[in-house]
DNA sequence: TTGTAGGCGTTATCAG
DNA sequence: CTGATAACGCCTACAA
């Protein structure tokens, strides 16, 4: 036998509509779309529903309409601060509307990725957002199943699944060696931390650089597995001096390792940047405040979430996004760290690079 | 009339289970335990399953199980990346678990919270996270009718909802002031930006510390409720400085504060700890390697969201949780940056506090 | 360990 | 603009 007894003060729709003198289907198009229900009525079932205490039953909504308003939101990692702004402009896009977002963390694990693109097809996404370009064929075919709009974010690459938005990591980190070449720096190390698919691509940037500089030294490339960190970035800074003790400039692929090369600079008593040159890469608010301020490559982080969250919504309600693939460019903060040696500062931050 | 065909694609528990052979309800218990079904019969379904590239249907399950694997997550703020440490407590311990996580962001608003508070409500979680203690009446209310268990973490009061995990806000800042004086600073300056109810409770630690000691200066309290930078660390003591022009240590409320008030320092030449003290909150990664390292008040954040996680699962799943309101403590972590005058750096860090 | 019967609360569809 | 009817896909309860 099935089930017994219904529970005696459950509300469904069934009992707002009972209270209001309608029929269920009219309070639920009611709490879907008041406009479609005329003013006497609309009055009566909100009082009732209020009265009542009617909480709508968004699984029985999601089984009947076979949809949701789930977003699903992967990225790689929650300690990473790169990627609480992008998840600020995620969640600013969402703010008010109807969508509500699932966040998941794949540690920066393609295998954890597939797992969790899975978990999510169990929900029926109304929309997804990934981080990067790097998924398997088997997570491609997963997020295709889930025949929902999905974009890429953080970085471009050739074959989108659907949508994306980022910049070039090759060409943002070209462009910041690029700046310190011109600054008069020769010996310009690397330092890397973690070593994800997007640090790799910045690195390739540097080698093109210092390549066609004729400069490339594998020596000058420190790089570590562990998670970026500020005494991170002391050490490799270290292990940097140890290997090639006339660098000129440290290019950090993430600009906590450029706070701890400051700071390790400070406690080695190297002028900065008059003895060595730092750039770092994201452009965090605490760069432009340091002593000297460090000059940084600025990306575009809270627009790139706020846009793919824009263009998901857009493609679910039928607003045609016909700029399916989004350059945002960066920009290189020129700031007092890679200041020609012996030049005068300048009076405020100078910046080169794409789109701005 | 209602609805018209049976899409013929659709697989359900019912087509793999005529593949298998099987009744649906086996292939059902297969998913959620498969220890329940007889070897045999559990590789037929697998690999009828796999054929049939079946997904399970979340929402059919919850609504006809009348519960979910949703736990609601409120936190204020993500760009304070205080929260970013516990989000990650709370992810690690629901890594691997059947439970997935909902997260919402209430942008220290009370009303948002409410808002939130209502929508989750509609998924039935299995469980709920908030954060502090300063819900609304309305939103105790729905939280009470959720019917799950629930913990509020960050801070400790009087009067808890279900459980409750965090630490004094108010002890914490005492003993930090209590550390500056034990260092023979008189003057202290308190410098606090957002000014959410844990900053005022720090505040109200301050005030309490300096009224013992019979030093209390409204004039060297400098607020904002501008979120926290460290350009708002230098902004701030600036204000600071022309306020009190004597001040001899500044307590920060928060660790980017700090970082900016060394920023100004040195941009000032104002020796660092000789001629003022600095104290932060939280003690975030680059304090320690900051030059000259930065004291701060550890709070141990991670450890707050996997056990705030933890006595979530623990409750569901039927494991009684005695301690229901845990408090984490703090430790203050002493320095470089607040050594008393013209005494030598220790050797190492040295702490007091709570639970060490 | 497996199967039977029925319902979970909502919405799609079609008719008025 | 409103209503009747039939699913949506799975799980609980009970029985064997």
Redesign the interface.
């Known amino acids: 036998m099935g089930r017994k007894h219904i529970k005696p003060g459950k509300v469904r729709l069934t009992e707002v509509a009972a209270l209001a003198g309608v029929s269920p289907i009219t309070v639920s198009r009611f709490f879907r779309n008041p406009d479609t229900v005329s003013p006497g009525r609309r009055l009566r079932i909100e009082s009732a529903a209020k009265d009542l205490?009617y909480?709508?039953?968004?699984?029985?909504r999601?089984?009947a309409s076979q949809r949701?308003e789930v977003i699903g939101v992967l990225i790689p990692s929650?300690?990473n601060?790169v990627f609480?702004?992008v998840?600020?402009g995620i969640?600013d896009a969402f703010e008010g509307s109807r969508y509500?977002?699932?966040?998941?963390?794949t540690r920066y694990s393609v295998l954890q990725e597939e797992r969790l693109l899975?978990?999510f097809?169990?929900?029926?996404p109304a929309g997804m957002i990934v981080t990067g370009v790097d998924q398997t064929a088997e997570g491609r075919a997963i997020v295709q199943?889930a025949d929902c709009p999905v974009v890429q974010i953080m970085e471009l690459g050739p074959d989108p699944i659907d949508m994306m938005i980022g910049f070039s990591h090759v060409d943002a980190c070209f462009a910041a060696i690029s700046h310190l070449l011109a600054q008069g720096c020769r010996r310009i190390g690397f330092l890397g931390a973690r070593m994800d698919p997007r640090v790799q691509r910045r690195l390739q940037g540097y080698q093109n650089a210092m390549k066609i500089a004729g400069l490339f030294d594998p020596r000058l490339i420190v790089t570590t597995a562990v998670p970026t960190?500020?005494?991170m970035?002391?050490s490799l800074f270290s292990d940097l001096m140890l290997r090639a003790p006339d660098v000129d400039a440290v290019f950090c692929a993430n600009d906590?390792l450029a706070?701890?090369v400051l700071?390790e600079c400070?406690?080695r008593h190297i002028a900065v940047p008059e003895q060595i040159a730092i750039v770092g890469f994201n452009d965090m608010?605490?760069m432009?405040?340091?002593?000297p301020s460090l000059t940084s490559v600025r990306t575009n982080r809270y627009e790139m979430g706020l846009r793919a969250a824009t263009m998901i919504m857009d493609e679910i309600e039928g607003r045609p996004v016909t700029e399916r693939v989004v350059d945002l460019g960066f920009q290189v903060m020129e700031r007092q760290s890679s200041q020609q040696r012996h030049a005068v500062a300048p009076a405020a931050d100078r910046v080169s690079g794409t789109k701005w």
Chains 1, 2 share one sequence.
Request: proline share 2%; charged share 15%; no cysteine.
């Open positions: 205490g909480v709508p039953n968004l699984a029985a999601a089984l949701t929650l300690t601060n609480s702004d998840l600020r969640y509500s977002i699932q966040l998941a963390n899975r978990l097809l169990m929900q029926k199943a960190s500020t005494t970035g002391g906590d706070l701890g700071f400070q406690r608010e605490f432009a405040s340091a002593v």
